[in-house]
């Protein structure tokens, strides 16, 4: 996973930091001590998804949603998926009226589909800042199904918005090789940096 920081702009790359989590033995205290930090400060991260990489933001951090447009060189009025890691977690991002009750339809597609590549469009909650749906009304949710991604977002306790972790234009990223290529660059002991095209992804 690549943490992608906004500080370090260097020839339209970023600083990179990257955190190794196996996704069958995932290491909840690194998620806690390494990655939690760097959402609460507003920075970006770089996550697996069962289709690509992420890149991702706490939904609820301004900042934070702004890193992600600079980091991919995004336009400002494309909204942002919000990926969530249970459906209680829904309910932080939507209307009230809009949250999915048992029975319901929308709940009945959410439990055949969700976690997975599906997205839901509801009306917004008043709390999801408007840099996150380009200054429209309604959001997108998804449940992720990588057990990275739902233990990020579910060690963090913040809904992530992420669109795919590559510079606008370009092709979404698989591997997290493609996101250092594309984004990053790492930081070497000496303080110089250099572009790593060894790094595979788990």
């Given amino acids: 996973m690549e943490n992608l920081?906004?500080?370090?702009?260097?020839?339209?790359?970023?600083l990179t930091k990257i955190i190794e989590i196996d996704c069958n033995n995932i290491d909840e205290?690194?998620?806690?001590?390494?990655?939690?930090?760097?959402?609460?400060?507003?920075e970006t991260i770089a996550f697996p998804t069962e289709t690509v990489y992420g890149l991702g933001a706490n939904v609820f951090n301004e900042e934070g949603i702004g890193n992600i447009f600079k980091v991919k060189g995004r336009p400002s009025d494309n909204p942002l998926i919000c990926h969530?890691?249970?459906?209680?977690?829904?309910?932080?991002?939507?209307t009230?009226?809009?949250?999915?009750?048992?029975?319901?339809?929308?709940?009945n597609i959410i439990n055949k589909f969700w976690p997975g590549p599906l997205t839901l469009i509801f009306p917004k909650s008043k709390d999801v800042p408007y840099n996150v749906t380009a200054?429209?009304?309604?959001?997108?949710?998804r449940m992720p199904?990588?057990?990275?991604?739902q233990a990020i977002i579910r060690i963090s306790d913040m809904p992530l918005a992420a669109p795919s972790a590559n510079r606008?234009?370009?092709?979404?990223?698989?591997?997290a090789?493609?996101?250092?290529?594309?984004?990053?660059?790492?930081?070497?002991n000496n303080n110089e940096s250099e572009n790593n095209d060894n790094n595979d992804d788990n």
């Avoid at 200054?135 to 949710?141: A, F, M, P, Q």
């Fill in 5 to 14: 920081g906004n500080n370090s702009y260097c020839k339209d790359k970023y």
């Fill in 29 to 42: 205290d690194k998620i806690k001590n390494e990655v939690v930090p760097v959402l609460e400060a507003g």
């Fill in 84 to 94: 969530v890691s249970s459906i209680e977690m829904v309910k932080r991002l939507v």
């Fill in 96 to 107: 009230e009226e809009a949250y999915p009750k048992e029975g319901s339809e929308v709940m």
């Fill in 135 to 141: 200054n429209l009304d309604k959001i997108g949710v």
């Fill in 145 to 149: 199904k990588h057990p990275i991604a």
């Fill in 168 to 175: 606008s234009g370009k092709p979404s990223p698989t591997y």
């Fill in 177 to 188: 090789k493609h996101v250092l290529d594309d984004l990053g660059i790492l930081k070497k």
